[in-house]
Protein backbone atom coordinates (compact mmCIF):
# COMPACT_ATOMS: atom_id res chain seq x y z
CA UNK A 1 0.00 0.00 0.00
CA UNK A 2 0.95 3.63 -0.20
CA UNK A 3 3.01 5.46 2.11
CA UNK A 4 2.84 9.04 3.78
CA UNK A 5 3.42 11.45 1.31
CA UNK A 6 3.92 15.00 1.77
CA UNK A 7 3.31 17.57 -0.58
CA UNK A 8 5.09 19.71 -2.06
CA UNK A 9 8.61 18.13 -1.71
CA UNK A 10 10.71 21.38 -2.00
CA UNK A 11 8.82 25.16 -1.35
CA UNK A 12 11.13 28.06 -2.14
CA UNK A 13 9.53 31.09 0.28
CA UNK A 14 10.46 34.50 0.76
CA UNK A 15 10.77 36.26 4.20
CA UNK A 16 6.81 37.07 5.75
CA UNK A 17 5.04 34.94 3.07
CA UNK A 18 2.49 32.53 4.02
CA UNK A 19 3.03 28.34 3.60
CA UNK A 20 0.57 25.51 3.52
CA UNK A 21 2.58 22.00 3.86
CA UNK A 22 0.31 18.99 3.20
CA UNK A 23 0.14 15.75 4.51
CA UNK A 24 -1.63 12.33 3.19
CA UNK A 25 -0.67 9.72 6.32
CA UNK A 26 -1.37 5.83 5.48
CA UNK A 27 -4.62 5.05 4.52
CA UNK A 28 -6.34 4.37 8.40
CA UNK A 29 -3.91 5.61 10.60
CA UNK A 30 -5.73 7.78 13.18
CA UNK A 31 -2.27 8.76 14.53
CA UNK A 32 -0.56 11.52 12.50
CA UNK A 33 2.30 14.07 13.79
CA UNK A 34 4.11 16.97 12.36
CA UNK A 35 8.52 16.90 13.04
CA UNK A 36 11.33 19.60 12.06
CA UNK A 37 14.30 18.84 11.06
CA UNK A 38 17.58 21.27 10.82
CA UNK A 39 20.60 19.96 9.24
CA UNK A 40 22.59 17.60 10.90
CA UNK A 41 19.41 17.30 13.61
CA UNK A 42 16.97 14.90 14.55
CA UNK A 43 13.46 15.21 14.02
CA UNK A 44 12.19 17.83 16.50
CA UNK A 45 8.45 17.19 17.59
CA UNK A 46 5.62 19.90 16.54
CA UNK A 47 2.26 18.75 17.10
CA UNK A 48 0.63 15.22 16.93
CA UNK A 49 -2.76 14.41 15.85
CA UNK A 50 -5.43 11.75 17.16
CA UNK A 51 -8.02 11.58 14.85
CA UNK A 52 -9.21 15.15 13.79
CA UNK A 53 -7.83 16.99 17.31
CA UNK A 54 -4.53 18.19 18.35
CA UNK A 55 -3.61 16.17 21.33
CA UNK A 56 -0.16 17.54 21.89
CA UNK A 57 0.92 21.15 20.61
CA UNK A 58 3.62 21.57 22.65
CA UNK A 59 5.88 21.70 20.38
CA UNK A 60 4.89 24.40 17.94
CA UNK A 61 7.26 26.92 18.28
CA UNK A 62 5.20 29.76 18.58
CA UNK A 63 1.40 30.99 17.28
CA UNK A 64 3.29 31.25 13.69
CA UNK A 65 2.91 27.60 13.40
CA UNK A 66 -0.72 25.94 13.17
CA UNK A 67 -2.04 22.57 11.91
CA UNK A 68 -5.37 21.33 11.11
CA UNK A 69 -6.59 17.75 10.17
CA UNK A 70 -10.17 18.51 9.39
CA UNK A 71 -11.64 14.76 8.47
CA UNK A 72 -9.16 12.86 10.63
CA UNK A 73 -7.09 12.07 7.17
CA UNK A 74 -5.05 14.58 5.79
CA UNK A 75 -3.04 17.70 7.58
CA UNK A 76 -2.08 20.89 6.75
CA UNK A 77 1.02 22.72 8.39
CA UNK A 78 0.59 26.33 8.32
CA UNK A 79 3.40 28.76 8.74
CA UNK A 80 2.29 32.42 8.82
CA UNK A 81 4.56 35.05 8.38
CA UNK A 82 7.75 32.88 7.72
CA UNK A 83 11.30 33.77 8.94
CA UNK A 84 14.53 32.52 7.95
CA UNK A 85 14.90 30.42 11.03
CA UNK A 86 11.92 28.08 9.71
CA UNK A 87 13.67 26.86 7.18
CA UNK A 88 14.09 22.84 7.86
CA UNK A 89 12.82 19.76 6.73
CA UNK A 90 9.34 19.13 7.59
CA UNK A 91 7.91 15.74 8.41
CA UNK A 92 4.97 13.95 8.32
CA UNK A 93 4.57 10.90 10.00
CA UNK A 94 1.34 8.42 11.16
CA UNK A 95 0.72 5.39 12.94
CA UNK A 96 -1.93 2.94 13.64
CA UNK A 97 -3.83 3.02 17.27
CA UNK A 98 -3.20 5.23 19.75
CA UNK A 99 -1.02 3.78 22.35
CA UNK A 100 2.56 5.84 22.75
CA UNK A 101 4.50 2.92 22.07
CA UNK A 102 3.86 2.43 18.21
CA UNK A 103 6.27 2.96 15.78
CA UNK A 104 5.74 5.74 13.11
CA UNK A 105 5.81 5.53 9.87
CA UNK A 106 7.65 8.96 8.02
CA UNK A 107 6.88 10.59 4.65
CA UNK A 108 9.92 11.89 2.68
CA UNK A 109 9.75 15.61 3.99
CA UNK A 110 9.08 18.58 2.57
CA UNK A 111 12.21 21.10 2.21
CA UNK A 112 11.19 25.01 3.08
CA UNK A 113 13.56 27.30 1.98
CA UNK A 114 12.95 31.08 3.44
CA UNK A 115 14.77 33.50 1.68
CA UNK B 1 11.77 16.49 30.77
CA UNK B 2 12.67 13.47 28.30
CA UNK B 3 16.04 13.79 26.33
CA UNK B 4 18.09 11.72 24.59
CA UNK B 5 21.72 11.61 23.96
CA UNK B 6 24.05 10.12 21.00
CA UNK B 7 27.29 10.63 21.45
CA UNK B 8 29.02 9.51 18.24
CA UNK B 9 28.44 11.90 15.18
CA UNK B 10 30.05 8.92 12.81
CA UNK B 11 30.68 5.38 14.06
CA UNK B 12 33.18 2.93 11.16
CA UNK B 13 33.34 -0.35 11.07
CA UNK B 14 34.73 -2.91 8.64
CA UNK B 15 32.21 -5.16 6.88
CA UNK B 16 31.85 -8.59 9.25
CA UNK B 17 32.77 -6.66 12.07
CA UNK B 18 30.11 -5.86 14.82
CA UNK B 19 28.90 -2.40 15.71
CA UNK B 20 27.53 -0.41 18.44
CA UNK B 21 25.72 2.75 18.21
CA UNK B 22 24.84 4.11 21.16
CA UNK B 23 22.08 5.63 23.17
CA UNK B 24 21.64 7.14 26.23
CA UNK B 25 17.99 8.79 27.77
CA UNK B 26 16.59 10.44 30.44
CA UNK B 27 12.56 10.57 31.37
CA UNK B 28 11.04 10.79 34.00
CA UNK B 29 8.31 7.94 34.07
CA UNK B 30 9.34 4.87 31.92
CA UNK B 31 10.70 4.84 28.70
CA UNK B 32 9.57 3.40 25.54
CA UNK B 33 12.57 3.59 23.50
CA UNK B 34 12.96 3.15 19.60
CA UNK B 35 15.34 3.21 16.84
CA UNK B 36 15.31 4.80 13.18
CA UNK B 37 17.32 4.31 10.39
CA UNK B 38 17.85 7.07 7.27
CA UNK B 39 19.22 5.73 3.30
CA UNK B 40 19.97 8.99 1.39
CA UNK B 41 17.28 10.52 -0.21
CA UNK B 42 14.40 8.32 1.35
CA UNK B 43 12.28 9.16 4.68
CA UNK B 44 13.41 7.75 8.27
CA UNK B 45 12.30 4.18 8.59
CA UNK B 46 11.81 2.22 12.20
CA UNK B 47 14.05 -0.79 12.80
CA UNK B 48 12.78 -1.68 16.59
CA UNK B 49 11.59 -0.59 19.76
CA UNK B 50 11.32 -1.38 23.72
CA UNK B 51 8.22 -0.93 25.83
CA UNK B 52 8.39 -3.24 28.16
CA UNK B 53 9.42 -7.34 28.70
CA UNK B 54 12.71 -8.55 27.37
CA UNK B 55 16.06 -5.84 27.87
CA UNK B 56 16.88 -7.58 24.00
CA UNK B 57 14.43 -6.45 21.34
CA UNK B 58 15.22 -7.91 17.85
CA UNK B 59 14.10 -5.65 14.39
CA UNK B 60 14.97 -5.49 10.83
CA UNK B 61 18.00 -6.48 9.18
CA UNK B 62 19.26 -8.20 12.07
CA UNK B 63 19.50 -5.48 14.25
CA UNK B 64 19.05 -5.46 17.96
CA UNK B 65 19.52 -3.09 20.65
CA UNK B 66 20.16 -3.73 24.97
CA UNK B 67 17.82 -1.59 26.94
CA UNK B 68 19.81 -1.46 30.23
CA UNK B 69 17.82 0.72 32.83
CA UNK B 70 20.65 1.00 34.93
CA UNK B 71 22.45 2.96 32.66
CA UNK B 72 19.36 4.45 30.97
CA UNK B 73 20.98 3.11 27.63
CA UNK B 74 19.32 1.77 24.88
CA UNK B 75 22.66 0.84 22.39
CA UNK B 76 22.16 -0.73 18.73
CA UNK B 77 23.78 -3.75 17.85
CA UNK B 78 24.41 -6.30 15.11
CA UNK B 79 26.43 -8.78 14.93
CA UNK B 80 27.97 -8.69 11.46
CA UNK B 81 27.74 -5.11 9.45
CA UNK B 82 27.29 -5.19 5.95
CA UNK B 83 28.06 -2.13 3.70
CA UNK B 84 24.49 -1.72 2.90
CA UNK B 85 24.22 -0.76 6.65
CA UNK B 86 25.79 2.47 5.77
CA UNK B 87 23.00 5.24 6.78
CA UNK B 88 22.33 7.89 9.61
CA UNK B 89 20.50 6.15 12.72
CA UNK B 90 18.37 7.87 15.54
CA UNK B 91 17.66 7.06 18.59
CA UNK B 92 14.01 8.05 19.94
CA UNK B 93 12.25 7.98 23.30
CA UNK B 94 8.51 8.65 24.71
CA UNK B 95 7.93 9.15 28.32
CA UNK B 96 5.54 7.32 30.01
CA UNK B 97 4.58 10.44 31.75
CA UNK B 98 4.74 12.91 29.05
CA UNK B 99 1.96 12.30 26.22
CA UNK B 100 2.85 11.59 22.45
CA UNK B 101 5.88 13.76 22.35
CA UNK B 102 8.74 11.72 20.75
CA UNK B 103 12.02 13.02 21.30
CA UNK B 104 14.85 12.42 18.77
CA UNK B 105 18.44 11.93 19.19
CA UNK B 106 20.98 14.19 16.65
CA UNK B 107 21.59 11.07 15.24
CA UNK B 108 24.79 8.83 14.37
CA UNK B 109 26.06 8.32 10.90
CA UNK B 110 27.62 4.70 10.37
CA UNK B 111 29.89 3.79 7.81
CA UNK B 112 30.74 0.64 6.75
CA UNK B 113 33.82 -0.10 4.92
CA UNK B 114 34.01 -3.00 2.45
Known amino acids: GAGVSQTPSNKVTEKGKYVELRCDPISGHTALYWYRQSLGQGPEFLIYFQGTGAADDSGLPNDRFFAVRPEGSVSTLKIQRTERGDSAVYLC?????????????FGPGTRLTVL | AQSVAQPEDQVNVAEGNPLTVKCTYSVSGNPYLFWYVQYPNRGLQFLLKYITGDNLVKGSYGFEAEFNKSQTSFHLKKPSALVSDSALYFCAVRDSTGGFKTIFGAGTRLFVKA
Open chain 1, 93 to 105: ASSSGQGIYNEQF
